[in-house]
């Protein structure tokens, strides 16, 4: 067998170990483990965004309109690598308020010379609709759907270049508290069906429904998220649920999903640093 082939099938089992792990629908898991998931991406996200100069500028959050959170992101490679993470999305509404977060999946393979095995904390910042409403609609592979770069840190924008403020998404990572550049170009987002369903106890719900606020048992740790990402944005509080769900207690599972509605007030320069003064 040459190498060539050999490269091919070890790349075609990596590529379904991660399908399966983390990018297709998986069973519901205990509430207790959306629970801790939930807050460990809260703890990240307040940890990117602390009042340092290595920092998400907060006046990028402000115009943004999601948020994909992915502690412990892990890498394993022996010349072919493969990444990946469970985490959650936030998303603007229209009145400017943050959603309640859904579950998501991140995964990835990647080529060239690399060993090792290495977990980072991810935070995505969706600078467009339609990074948000490719992942609301089932996935996205950034680089292919969706641009990315690396965002710019701190108050200052010096470092930053007409490619960063143009991405779609803006991608930081962090590892043993330090920032680290990640490629991300083929790595996919996908919904975490199974862990929505867990967390929400609804059989079914859609990604679209929990970012609509279409949902009344509310986890308090998914509003304890939403209320950290409403502080670090100077956001409207978010909407209360209606009295009544607007979600059947049993939505068929095979229901289409439905478009993702967000989004604050269009930015005539999304992502671009604020004029001075």
Do not use: H
């Amino acid at each position: 067998m040459t190498q060539t082939a050999m490269k091919r099938i070890v790349a075609t089992c990596l590529s379904l170990l991660l399908a399966v792990a983390l990018v297709l629908p998986t069973q519901a898991q205990a509430d207790s483990r959306t629970d801790q998931r939930l807050q460990n991406s809260q703890r990240v996200f307040e940890s990117f965004v602390d009042l340092t100069e290595q920092s998400i500028p907060g006046w990028l959050l402000e115009r943004a309109y999601g948020v994909v959170v992915v502690p412990n992101v892990v890498k394993a490679a022996l010349t072919i690598g493969g990444r990946g993470g469970k985490g959650v999305m936030a998303v603007r509404n229209p009145d400017g308020a943050w959603s309640l977060p859904t579950f998501v999946t991140l995964g990835g393979i990647n080529f060239g010379f690399q060993f090792g095995v290495q977990s980072t904390d991810v935070v995505l910042v969706l600078m467009s609709r339609e990074s948000v409403e490719g992942i609301a609609g089932g996935k996205v592979t950034l680089g292919a759907d969706a641009s990315v770069a690396a965002g710019p840190l701190g108050r200052s924008s010096a470092a930053a270049t007409d490619a960063t403020f143009s991405a779609q998404v803006l991608s930081y990572s962090r590892n043993s508290g330090l920032f680290v550049g990640v490629a991300l170009d083929g790595t996919v987002i996908a919904i975490d069906r199974g862990a929505n369903e867990s967390a929400y106890g609804i059989s079914g719900v859609l990604a679209s429904q929990i970012l609509d606020g279409r949902v009344t048992n509310v986890p308090p740790a998914a509003q304890e998220f939403t209320a950290a990402l409403t502080r670090a944005t100077n956001a409207p509080a978010s909407r209360t649920v209606p009295a009544e769900p607007a979600v059947s207690p049993t939505p068929a599972v095979t229901a289409e999903p439905e478009p993702a509605k967000t989004y604050p007030v269009e930015d005539p320069s999304p992502g671009a640093p604020p004029p001075d003064g």
